[in-house]
């Protein structure tokens, strides 16, 4: 069975925790009503890895959100559980991280009503799935990152990966190349590719061209320190990226270029071209 820290267990006021989480305003509001009322919360973490800090290097974890419906993809089941070569598009995700020997832990974040994430995944003893979707992208990111916290030994410094669960393409090269150009930079840094087509802007009554010398198309993962992401998360509220939240507090992520093969699946052409990368394989 998938290593699965059930809602149920992160908010443990009621059998079905489910009802009691679309009440919480935030993980703020939920996680100190349950502690005073479970007794066995402790036991609880004991579902997820532990590290100390002491005397170790930062560790690596990927967290991806997987609580979208993709409704762009015009499929009857959301896209990251779309096939791809025999296996589901998020697999393929998570292969990529768990063929990186820099990755120590994935954290998969769904929702509570996700019906196809036990058939979706292998199971693996560095991966866990967390029932902490939320509304929109950040509210699935900052909830997963606060369990992460909560209930982990994963520290403050340690770095998160965050990465789009459509984006199967990902390779452990780019995962490694990404680590090693961040650093100890505390800016973090995102892999992104730079604009090469030229780039018009529309509007009722004008057309021009605008120069994309400086412009870049972001990608995933986005790699920054776990309490860092936390602060600026719960600062940036309408966000579509981890970067803008951090630019919005005045850091600077580092761009990595990346490739055309960890292009978003979006459209039913984008499952087309990946279906061709993988399809030898």
Not at 186 to 191: A, C, D, F, H, S
Not at 195 to 217: G, M, N, S
Request: net charge negative; aromatic share 6%; proline share 4%.
């Amino acid at each position: 069975m998938l290593n699965r820290l059930e809602k149920s267990q992160w908010q443990e006021l009621a059998v079905k925790m489910r009802v009691n989480y679309k009440r919480c305003t935030s993980v703020e509001t939920c996680i100190p009503e349950m502690t005073q009322q479970s007794t066995e919360l402790s036991d609880l973490s004991l579902n997820l890895p532990r590290e100390s800090a002491n005397g170790m290097k930062p560790k690596y974890i990927a967290l991806i959100p997987a609580a979208g419906v993709g409704a762009r993809m015009a499929a009857s089941i959301p896209k990251q559980y779309l096939d791809l070569a025999g296996k589901s598009v998020l697999q393929r995700t998570v292969d990529c991280f768990l063929s990186s020997q820099q990755i120590d832990h994935i954290f998969v974040v769904v929702s509570a009503e996700d019906a196809f994430i036990d058939a979706a995944l292998v199971a693996n003893e560095k991966l866990t799935i967390l029932n902490g979707g939320g509304e929109t992208r950040r509210d699935t990111v900052q909830n997963g990152l606060e369990i992460i916290r909560k209930y982990s030994h994963y520290q403050d410094h340690d770095w998160v990966l965050v990465h789009d669960a459509a984006r199967p393409g990902l390779t452990p090269d780019l995962v490694n190349k990404l680590i090693e150009a961040i650093g100890d930079d505390v800016n973090g840094g995102i892999l992104a590719l730079p604009v090469v087509d030229t780039v018009k802007r529309q509007t009722e009554k004008t057309l021009e061209t605008i120069d994309r010398t400086q412009l870049w198309l972001a990608q995933t993962p986005q790699m920054f320190r776990l309490d860092m992401l936390i602060r600026a998360l719960e600062m940036a509220i309408e966000v579509t990226d981890e970067s803008s939240a951090m630019e919005a507090l005045g850091y600077r992520p580092k761009l990595v270029e990346g490739t055309m093969r960890n292009r978003k699946l979006t459209v039913p052409e984008d499952l087309e071209f990946l279906q061709l990368i993988y399809k030898d394989l």
